[in-house]
């Protein structure tokens, strides 16, 4: 009997990245693949695998009510003042449209208030 050979394919940005494996390889290929994505992910790159889109967005977090006379003011600033705090979310989108989005936490990022 001829083994079986698992297919998955996955778009990381540009790249497509087509992965051929055997079923006893399947955890150390998920493993992989998974690293491969994260990865893909932090790095800014859409992610698509069977019609399910997947990308990251990072948001400043702006507080309208702490508006006075500066156009900052409604940022959370680290203490060093260079950095605002930001959200950190997954978007994913589905064949059919759906979109789920997930926070995955906070992050410091340079921000430049123009003015």
């Known amino acids: 009997m001829k083994p079986t050979t698992l297919k998955r394919a996955i778009q990381i940005g540009n790249k497509l990245e087509l992965f051929l494996y055997q079923p006893e390889d399947l955890d150390r290929i998920e493993s992989e693949i998974a690293k491969k994505v994260e990865r893909g992910l932090n790095a800014g790159k859409t992610v698509v695998e069977n019609g399910h889109k997947s990308f990251v967005t990072v948001d400043a977090l ?4 702490k508006i006075k006379n500066h156009e900052g003011q409604g940022y959370t600033w680290s203490k060093c003042g260079e950095k605002v705090k ?4 997954l978007i994913e989108v589905s064949p059919n449209g759906h979109r789920t989005e ?3 936490g906070f992050v410091w990022k340079l921000y430049a208030v123009s003015g």
């Open 102 to 104: 997930t926070s995955q």
């Open 62 to 65: 702006f507080d309208s009510s």
């Open 86 to 89: 930001c959200e950190k979310t």
